[in-house]
């Protein structure tokens, strides 16, 4: 908490202190400078006395002096390097996944290649790599191209009755 003396060296009236404190803490939380990169600037700027200071406090020394802007600056969004664009589209785009056991020829429909190795215990590595064949002797996997229509509701109520063993 901020006695009325550290208000008064900011410029914040004693009358307006809980208001104005909220809006400094939120400014001071903003604040992506590291510790040692604070106490650099000090430095640079011959100013002494900050040993002792946390990192809140030397970011409010350096604003008061207005050696740091005020408001952080905005990010920006990442481009996404071309070569990885394909990832977006996993989730929004999942690939329906039907298992067949060979043993009875019951057909289980899953709504993503995810769900169907869940249901199998095993990576989704091994759906995507064993498609069109028959995967250690129990079940034909088929990955289809298309978007899924099976609900993923359904598909978990069709794991929960139905069983291979």
Do not use: H
């Amino acid at each position: 908490m901020t006695t009325t003396i550290e208000m008064a060296q900011l410029g914040i009236p004693a009358v307006q202190a809980p208001q104005a404190m909220d809006a400094v803490k939120g400014q001071l939380m903003r604040c992506s400078l590291k510790l040692p990169e604070l106490r650099k600037i000090l430095k640079q700027n011959n100013i002494k006395g900050y040993s002792q200071y946390s990192k809140k406090r030397l970011v409010e020394l350096l604003r008061e002096r207005k050696l740091i802007p005020e408001e952080p600056p905005v990010k920006t969004r990442k481009e996404l390097d071309p070569n990885y664009e394909w990832l977006k589209s996993i989730g929004k785009n999942p690939r329906q996944v039907i298992l067949k056991c060979v043993n009875t020829g019951k057909e289980i429909t899953f709504p993503s290649v995810y769900q169907a190795a869940k249901f199998i215990d095993r990576s989704p590595r091994i759906i995507t790599f064993w498609d069109g064949r028959v995967w250690n002797n129990m079940y034909e996997i088929k990955v289809e191209q298309q978007k899924c229509d099976v609900l993923r509701w359904e598909c978990r109520n069709i794991v929960a009755t139905d069983s291979f063993i």
